[in-house]
């Protein structure tokens, strides 16, 4: 009678959470004129182990289907973004300012603020290639944590910038095959021992650590913070090279959003990936793009333990009844009225409710107290006239059946 | 570069039709008091093996999951629900009304109307016996289709009650391991030539057809359609014992929802399961239970092929606009201001775009009506005034850069 390992149910609750989160993200993205997309969530198998890296197709969640065909269910959106930008590009303006809002899997050990799917609110610019689209990508992350109320008390961005560490990785002369695992390391090194850090990258260690140490600047990353501070968001950056990203395809700027206490893992994450629309067309299309995601489990996980962010999600619930209408068959006689009343009450866009089963009259008052509507109106003795209750104040007026909607409708007004 | 066979990309047109319709499902759900929840997107494979009859079986997209459990892809959504709610009813007052929209997947030849992939709004009621119970949910079903500007000219429900065949199978003898394939013989028969009916049937087919020539009638069909009329909407509905439904777990009453024209598929179907919840809890719990689903693939086709319902569409695209601010930035010294405004405008809520590369003018411009902006603000000499330009009557007011919230507040109101 359980879900999965590391899948949810979403009850209603639950659902109205994520429903919440949902919107926000949306609402945020709008704001900045991007436009929502979606692609399957079955993917071809190759789509991923071209481009995705290793980690992440150890995690697949892959199968052959009656077809015969190898598919996986898609553990990130990117590989399905480029893959339809490369198709169908030529039909929009550029940059395109896309964002999708997709369910993912990974078959990994579940663990805190971990699970084996979660859904992620997906933001990309393709077709722009100016630092002003990485700021502009990176103020809107800021905003879709800032709009469940956190503050720059709350949570950083860490800006890095890739080429950091392919320059390095030039220089010492590390084979490009063996790129992947040692960005790798570095993006690990944080969470693992420096003992281990240093078996791993061997004669680079020096170099790597001393970069740790003197930390990085660079004209491009600059002018970033410094857009961001016209922004008003200057409080939210931070530049910090230890940023790398798990992903094999970024080529660029990358980030990550952390909050300040270090209680969770990273809220949220993305850069640019230059190459990868080129790589998945065979290069016959050459896009520069760049975009991030956020997650919505550790994302809940903090709105949850924050007192401020709670408090505007709740006040939110609160103010969207699920029933704003409850109609009161006080005698089976007046069955019909109420039924026909109740429909033209829906017509209009009301939300109302009623006992579907034969029930005594206290009871139906009960059940409407419950469902937190706003009024009652109560068919009886008195038709043409019925009883029109707010349940807030228990104050009830009669009044002509025929008059009930302009009654209701002056009073939301 | 292409999804694979039967599974859609939702380019951004294709995105907003489709939450055009989940806007709707969800308005029209929650006016009839319904609320949200969602399960798992996998589920163990057995959860359909039991329950949902054959033929979903055979189409099922099912693997061995890395940890060795056998999984499914959710063909359907009421196993799901069946499963939470024998799980977690305690928690919930009854009847309970929930709905979903679940993406469900099947494995069969794509075709037009049918791919391997759609979306689906469920609404469910639990726990209630009364036929009032059906008619609600049937006139919720009637409401869900209307809500895109259908009406009785354009489609119809079909109701019909499993106990009349299930009577007769009992009547016949028919041994209980038969009745599903019969059932199902029975739901296909306006789909196929009489006689390859007759010939599946065998001495059934006698009184089968018997039943088809004379029609149905039941006082509980009679109730539940005297009650849609008092909602008036008599003329949506009609009683016609040829619906079966071809899912297994159907107990009572079904209903399926077709367009007048006989152009399409159905277009929702649904009905009472109330051995469902028993069976998958092994008897623990028992509930009675009902629910209908309508997908979005022939409902798209059908608002596409209506022109008030494509035009009710339209109209609410054309009063959603994706950018409302464009922000020109004429001189490029002016880009600090222009960028502290524009996070000023996001912040009230506003959507708002800029060219992210520089521009000349006469392009930003254009840009700005490319996006459908209603106002475009344009920083240059005269800061600290700034152009404040209405788009579409392109009349231009100067006006200082800390006036311009509000007099966009004024214009709006």
Same sequence: chains 1, 2.
Avoid at 39 to 56: A, C, H, N, R, V
Wanted: hydrophobic residues 40%; glycine residues 8%.
């Amino acid at each position: 009678m359980q879900p999965l390992t590391g899948f949810r149910d979403f009850l209603p609750p639950a659902c109205a959470e994520r429903n919440y989160i949902f919107s926000k993200w949306r609402e945020t993205a709008r704001g900045y004129g991007f436009v929502e997309f979606d692609g399957p969530l079955l993917e071809e198998l190759d789509l991923y182990k071209k481009k995705s890296g290793d980690e992440i197709v150890r995690q697949l969640y892959e199968f052959v289907d009656k077809g015969g065909r190898p598919v996986a269910l898609r553990p990130e959106m990117t590989p399905t973004l480029a893959r339809i930008v490369a198709a169908e590009h030529r039909q929009f303006r550029k940059p395109l300012k896309w964002f999708s809002i997709p369910q993912v899997f990974r078959y990994e050990r579940p663990q805190r603020g971990r699970l084996r799917e979660h859904f992620q609110l997906n933001c990309d610019i393709v077709g722009e290639e100016s630092p002003e689209a990485d700021t502009e990508l990176i103020a809107l992350a800021i905003d879709v944590v800032r709009a469940f109320g956190f503050t720059s008390r709350d949570f950083v961005v860490r800006i890095s910038d890739r080429e950091f560490w392919t320059e390095l990785l030039k220089l010492e002369k590390v084979p490009p095959e063996r790129w992947e695992e040692t960005l790798q390391t570095i993006d690990k090194s944080e969470r693992e021992p420096r003992e281990k850090t240093q078996e791993r990258l061997g004669k680079l260690a020096g170099p790597v650590f001393e970069i740790f140490e003197k930390g990085g600047e660079s004209a491009k990353l600059n002018k970033i913070i410094e857009n961001l501070r016209m922004r008003g968001l200057g409080d939210f950056a931070t530049i910090d090279v230890r940023i790398v990203r798990g992903l094999a395809y970024y080529t660029g700027v990358v980030f990550e959003v952390f909050d300040r206490g270090g209680k969770f893992r990273a809220i949220a994450g993305g850069g640019r990936y230059d190459q990868l629309i080129a790589q998945l067309s065979d290069n016959a299309i050459s896009l520069p793009a760049l975009g991030f995601a956020i997650g919505d489990v550790v994302l809940g996980e903090m709105i949850r333990s924050n007192p401020a962010a709670r408090e505007q999600m709740e006040r939110i619930f609160a103010s969207e009844r699920a029933v704003e209408i409850y109609v009161v068959i006080a005698k089976e006689d007046q069955r019909e009225h109420a039924i026909a009343m109740m429909q033209q009450l829906r017509d209009r866009g009301y939300r109302v409710d009623y006992s579907l089963g034969e029930a005594k009259v206290a009871r139906q008052f009960r059940l409407a107290e419950q469902t937190g509507a706003r009024f009652a109106i109560v068919f009886g003795d008195e038709w043409p006239h019925v009883g029109l209750k707010d349940l807030a104040t228990a104050k009830q007026e009669s009044i002509a059946h025929d008059k009930v909607l302009a009654r209701l409708a002056s009073i939301s007004a």
